[in-house]
Each structure stands twice: as C-alpha cells, then as structure tokens.
C-alpha cells in the first residue's frame, strides 16, 4: 500500500530534550515535507526537501532541523523543543510533476 | 496580505444542496492549486487539483481557477453529511518553488440532513 509513514503518533516529551520524529514513504516520490497545524493558524510548512541532500525552509523553520540522506526517509529533529513547538505535526511526500502532497498520518507533540 | 485566504465559514448547507467554498492567492506566479480535506482528528486528503483556468469536474466537485482574478473555487454538488469536514485550500508557486505549497486556513463544512 502507497503510503506516508510517521513515528511516533503521540509524544510527551520535556523543554530541551532532543527528539526525532521520522517519516518514511514507499512511492519513491522525490518530494517530501514537513508541517505543522495549530488551531487558528493553519497548515503550515516547516521544510521541504526536493530530492537526496537538497532541502529548503518553508514558513516557520526556526527550532527544527530536517536532513533528506536516503530518498524515502525525511526525519523532523527538534534539537531543544520549547512548549510552542507543542502541535500537530504530518510529513507528506509528492512526485516530481505529480499531484499535491499526500500526508501521513500525524504526530501529535506535546512539550512540558 | 495572507499568501491564501478562504472564506472563514463555518458553511452549513442543508442535504442535496450545493455548497460553495472559495480561495483567493497573492502570488500571480503560482501555477498548481489543490483543494483537500480533512476530517476531524485525520490528516489532509487530496481531492481536487487544477492547474489552467476554466472548470475542471470530478464527480460530484468541481474546481473553477481563475487566474486573472487569483481566485479558485470548488463546487460540491448533492452535498451529503459525509461531506462534513475542513476543506483546505492550497497554492504551489511551481517552477524552483515546486515543493513550497502554501494551504488556506480552511473553511468548515457543515452538511445537515
């Protein structure tokens, strides 16, 4: 089955604590994304990476790293999560020339 | 200027009724536009896409772009309470942008029988 994979769904984790959340897809799609949704604001994109080692920001990168080193694989790294990066947070990946993004399913990350 | 705007709804159609959601955009060089859904607690599924002006139909949607205006529109014909979600508007810039896709704040839709 084509899909979007996320690790975890849910995180509770403290302020300062690094943290990787992982993102895998099986459709050999050259795009892949990350963003986060907060009630009142929207999807919003953290970075995008259009192929192996070729990533950009989007809107709203500070606080997060992303590294695109195997073309299926696009993990999201919170070096030092602070409480506002607490959101819903869905990977998404797109072919080149192809559709819009197609979304995982969500993590949902807490910090305290 | 928000890059996307929608209407801010909340939109509550009755059943069998054809409901209207739409989207301007600032940017004059986007060239993708893409209509999603989300459902309560779901995460966004593609359900429209239109990249030239004029209508496209998909069943029971159809997109409308108007790209002189910056205005795209989607269509729910016999709308149905399965209908209900946040449809989610979206604008690719394309060209080295391609994978910069910018979503609308949404638009809740709300189907009554």
């Known amino acids: 089955e084509a899909q979007v994979t996320q690790n975890p769904r849910y995180l509770i984790t403290v302020t300062g604590k690094k943290l990787t959340v992982t993102c895998s897809q099986n459709m050999n799609h050259e795009y892949m994304s990350w963003y986060r949704q907060d009630p009142g604001l929207g999807l919003r994109q953290i970075y995008y990476s259009m192929n192996v080692e070729v990533t950009d920001k989007g809107d709203v990168p500070e606080g997060y790293k992303v590294s695109r080193k195997e073309k299926r694989n696009f993990p999201l790294i919170l070096e030092s999560p602070s409480p506002n990066q607490t959101s819903l947070y869905f990977c998404a990946s797109r072919a080149a020339g192809g559709d819009g993004y197609t979304f995982g399913s969500g993590t949902r990350l807490t910090v305290v | 200027q928000k890059e996307v705007e929608q209407n801010s709804g909340p939109l509550s159609v009755p059943e069998g009724a054809i409901a209207s959601l739409n989207c301007t955009y600032s940017d004059r060089g986007s060239q993708s536009f893409f209509w999603y859904r989300q459902y309560s607690g779901k995460s966004p599924e593609l359900i429209m896409s239109?990249?030239?002006?004029g209508d496209k139909e998909d069943g029971r949607f159809t997109a409308q772009l108007n790209k002189a205006s910056q205005y795209v529109s989607l269509l729910i014909r016999d709308s149905q309470p399965s209908d209900s979600a946040t449809y989610l508007c979206a604008v690719n810039a394309g060209g080295t942008s391609y994978g910069k896709l910018t979503f609308g704040q949404g638009t809740i839709l709300t189907v009554h029988p």
């Open positions: 239109i990249y030239s002006n």
